[in-house]
């Protein structure tokens, strides 16, 4: 059950980089990100009513939304507009960089200890995002979306380095929907338009938005909490190195997307980075 559960949260979130390209036909990054988390919102509110999950502690609110502002407001606005130049299968080979990412913000600020694969990993991990910002068909625009596509991941790594404290007092399902709560707000003044884009856009962006909202957005999280109380966090964290792999199939069964061979080799050299840093 738990291997089902898991399978199908990759599936989600490696789907999540197609969805976001397709809604971007009709929604600007920031309009995306807020509608899509305005949707995750709602689902998580009616989740919240029906299992009587506690209100966080009043001391704690303003860490949380700082933290729910950068892993999914910041995250989402800088995905979504990198991802307008940046192919979804490809912008899934950036994001997978996060490990690294992450194992060296905890080594720096947590004083975590990083082994010698640890550190080749990340220098390997950054060389293939190199790579990729630098393929030589897809010019400086290009360049500028995957440097998008890198800022996002700094806020994600950087979420998930600063809900640690907050994790010894939530649950990963509480702290996780109070967070979303946070960065679906934190985008509120600048969501303007977000309504006149709804009433323009074509059904299969909209359904797009709904999709990333409820799935990818939503219960995809409750899931991965669900994972986490049964399996090894290192565990299953593994198994989501395969995300990139699936999002490069979804987004050619989607999309008819083909990345050119100098990205599949730099996002191939970011997965081996990625892979050493679990070693």
Same mark, same amino acid.
């Given at each position: 059950?738990?291997?089902?559960?898991?399978?199908?949260?990759?599936?989600?979130?490696?789907?999540?980089?197609?969805?976001?390209?397709?809604?971007?036909?009709?929604?600007?990054?920031?309009?995306?990100?807020?509608?899509?988390?305005?949707?995750?919102?709602?689902?998580?509110?009616?989740?919240?009513?029906?299992?009587?999950?506690?209100?966080?502690?009043?001391?704690?609110?303003?860490?949380?939304?700082?933290?729910?502002?950068?892993?999914?407001?910041?995250?989402?606005?800088?995905?979504?507009?990198?991802?307008?130049?940046?192919?979804?299968?490809?912008?899934?080979?950036?994001? =997978?960089?996060?490990?690294?990412?992450?194992?060296?913000?905890?080594?720096?600020?947590?004083?975590?200890?990083?082994?010698?694969?640890?550190?080749?990993?990340?220098?390997?991990?950054?060389?293939?995002?190199?790579?990729?910002?630098?393929?030589?068909?897809?010019?400086?625009?290009?360049?500028?979306?995957?440097?998008?596509?890198?800022?996002?991941?700094?806020?994600?790594?950087?979420?998930?380095?600063?809900?640690?404290?907050?994790?010894?007092?939530?649950?990963?399902?509480?702290?996780?929907?109070?967070?979303?709560?946070?960065?679906?707000?934190?985008?509120?003044?600048? +969501?303007? *338009?977000?309504?006149? +884009?709804? &009433? +323009?856009?074509?059904?299969? +962006?909209?359904? =797009?938005?709904?999709?990333? *909202?409820?799935?990818?957005?939503?219960?995809?999280?409750?899931?991965? =909490?669900?994972?986490?109380? &049964?399996?090894?966090?290192?565990?299953?964290?593994?198994?989501?190195?395969?995300?990139?792999?699936?999002?490069?199939?979804?987004?050619?069964?989607?999309?008819?997307?083909?990345?050119?061979?100098?990205?599949?080799?730099?996002?191939?050299?970011?997965?081996?980075?990625?892979?050493?840093?679990?070693?």
């Amino acid at each position: 059950m738990v291997i089902a559960v898991l399978g199908a949260i990759m599936l989600l979130w490696a789907s999540a980089f197609t969805g976001v390209t397709v809604a971007l036909q009709a929604y600007t990054p920031i309009q995306l990100a807020f509608a899509r988390y305005m949707v995750a919102s709602t689902v998580l509110l009616l989740y919240a009513i029906i299992t009587r999950m506690p209100v966080p502690r009043l001391r704690d609110v303003p860490g949380i939304f700082f933290t729910g502002a950068l892993g999914f407001g910041l995250y989402n606005v800088a995905l979504n507009a990198g991802q307008q130049t940046v192919s979804p299968g490809i912008a899934s080979f950036i994001a =997978s960089s996060e490990v690294g990412v992450m194992a060296l913000m905890a080594a720096v600020f947590l004083g975590e200890r990083l082994s010698r694969w640890g550190w080749i990993g990340i220098i390997v991990s950054f060389a293939g995002v190199a790579m990729i910002s630098f393929a030589g068909d897809m010019g400086l625009e290009l360049s500028g979306g995957v440097l998008l596509v890198m800022v996002s991941t700094l806020s994600t790594s950087a979420f998930s380095i600063m809900q640690k404290p907050y994790l010894r007092r939530y649950s990963a399902t509480q702290y996780t929907t109070y967070a979303i709560w946070g960065g679906t707000l934190s985008l509120l003044p600048f +969501a303007s *338009g977000t309504l006149g +884009a709804v &009433h +323009a856009a074509p059904l299969d +962006a909209t359904l =797009s938005l709904i999709y990333l *909202g409820v799935l990818p957005g939503a219960l995809a999280y409750v899931g991965w =909490s669900y994972v986490l109380s &049964h399996m090894d966090a290192a565990r299953a964290g593994s198994y989501l190195t395969i995300i990139p792999v699936m999002a490069l199939f979804i987004a050619w069964l989607w999309l008819g997307d083909v990345p050119t061979m100098t990205s599949l080799i730099g996002g191939s050299i970011v997965l081996a980075g990625v892979l050493l840093v679990n070693r």
